[in-house]
């Protein structure tokens, strides 16, 4: 049974870099044919999808966050961590990880695979 667990500040300033990283246990994000994303859900909004990281190494990103996002992963620590600059409230959400064989806006609304518990990031001065 794979595992995951965020990390990461609780509050960010305006401008600011967020940086938050997901443990994964149970399983290593290197192997099979999975995916790990970063979702985000802001207040009265729906889950967002926000980008991935395959277990090839390969990334792919939502075209709505306009470059913002990066994701990179540690294989040592068996983590992934989403990097998301120019902050704005905006960006004041849960934010979920989570493993899958599939990613992407329509795969998010079904909320498959292995997910987070999720934590709270404010953005605010």
């Known amino acids: 049974q794979v595992q995951l667990q965020e990390s990461g500040p609780d509050l960010v300033e305006p401008s600011q870099t967020l940086s938050l990283t997901c443990t994964v246990s149970?399983?290593?994000?290197?192997?099979?044919?999975?995916?790990w994303s970063w979702i985000r859900q802001a207040p009265g909004k729906e889950l967002e999808w926000m980008g991935a990281?395959?277990?090839?190494?390969?990334?792919v990103y939502s075209p709505y966050l306009k470059n913002r996002a990066s994701i990179s992963r540690d294989t040592f620590k068996n983590q992934f961590t989403l990097q998301l600059n120019s902050v704005t409230p905006e960006d004041t959400a849960v934010y979920y990880c989570?493993?899958?064989?599939?990613?992407?806006?329509?795969?998010?609304?079904?909320?498959?695979?292995?997910w987070g518990r999720g934590t709270q990031v404010t953005v605010s001065s």
């Open positions: 990281i395959a277990s090839s190494g390969n990334t």
């Open positions: 989570a493993g899958d064989r599939r990613y992407g806006s329509n795969w998010v609304t079904g909320r498959r695979g292995s």
């Open positions: 149970g399983g290593s994000i290197t192997t099979g044919y999975y995916f």
